[in-house]
């Protein structure tokens, strides 16, 4: 089974309005984190915001946040007012229990239009 | 404060033909993992390093092996390389067990031909 879930494989977004990606997570650990990854062309993997599962407060980091939705299993990060540099391709990911290992969404990509 | 640096940035290889990627860690840091990322999709994980040895291993074959050295700096060897190994390899660094704070870099572009 997919650990986690991303079911919009791309997504257009006004210049300066904010998106919303989608991202749901499986997990029978207790104790796990969730992760927002950026990896424009370049490729590097740029970490965006972290979410416990012990957190009672959503993260925010800047123009990011997570909306942390627990009892449903998701994960979504929301971007504010998009820039064009905000292009890129977007993953989720989880980090479960005392594992070390992160397992990764298939990804959605952002394109910002001017 | 250098970040975690891969070389080479690319690669091609021959099938069959035997491949060694390398990864700095980001300065502090003391534990590596080793991504694939296959075209269109999510980087999977193929094994983490810590005080020189593997401590978690993901779904690959034994022809992927590693290698942690002192200085906190790790190989990833690819034996009898296959077209379907062909893809981005990322390394990761962070600092102890269980961290949370994982560093990228921009990876090694394997093509198998």
């Known amino acids: 089974a997919q650990k986690i879930t991303q079911t919009q494989p791309g997504m257009f977004v006004q210049e300066k309005e904010a998106v919303t990606l989608d991202c749901t997570y499986d997990?029978?650990?207790?104790?796990?984190?969730l992760f927002w990854y950026k990896q424009p062309s370049s490729g590097e993997m740029i970490f965006l915001i972290y979410q416990g599962s012990y957190d009672e407060q959503n993260a925010t980091e800047g123009r990011y946040s997570l909306n942390f939705q627990k009892a449903r299993k998701s994960a979504n990060l929301v971007i504010s007012a998009s820039q064009l540099g905000d292009s890129a391709m977007y993953f989720c990911?989880?980090?479960?229990?005392?594992?070390?290992?992160?397992?990764f969404g298939a990804g959605t990509t952002v394109t910002v239009r001017a | 404060d250098a970040g975690v640096t891969q070389s080479p940035t690319h690669l091609i290889k021959t099938r069959g033909q035997q491949v060694t990627l390398r990864c700095s860690p980001k300065?502090?840091?003391?534990?590596v993992s080793w991504y694939q990322q296959a075209l269109g999709q999510g980087p999977q994980f193929i094994f983490q390093y810590y005080e020189e040895e593997e401590r978690q291993r993901g779904n690959f074959p034994d022809r992927f092996s590693g290698h942690q050295f002192p200085n906190y700096s790790s190989e990833l060897n690819v034996n009898a390389l296959l077209l379907g190994d062909s893809a981005l390899y990322l390394c990761?660094?962070?600092f102890g067990q269980g961290s949370n704070g994982y560093t990228f870099g921009s990876g090694t572009r394997l093509t198998v031909v």
């Open positions: 997990t029978s650990d207790q104790s796990y984190g």
């Open positions: 990761a660094s962070s």
């Open positions: 990911a989880m980090r479960e229990g005392r594992g070390y290992k992160l397992s």
């Open positions: 300065s502090g840091h003391d534990t």
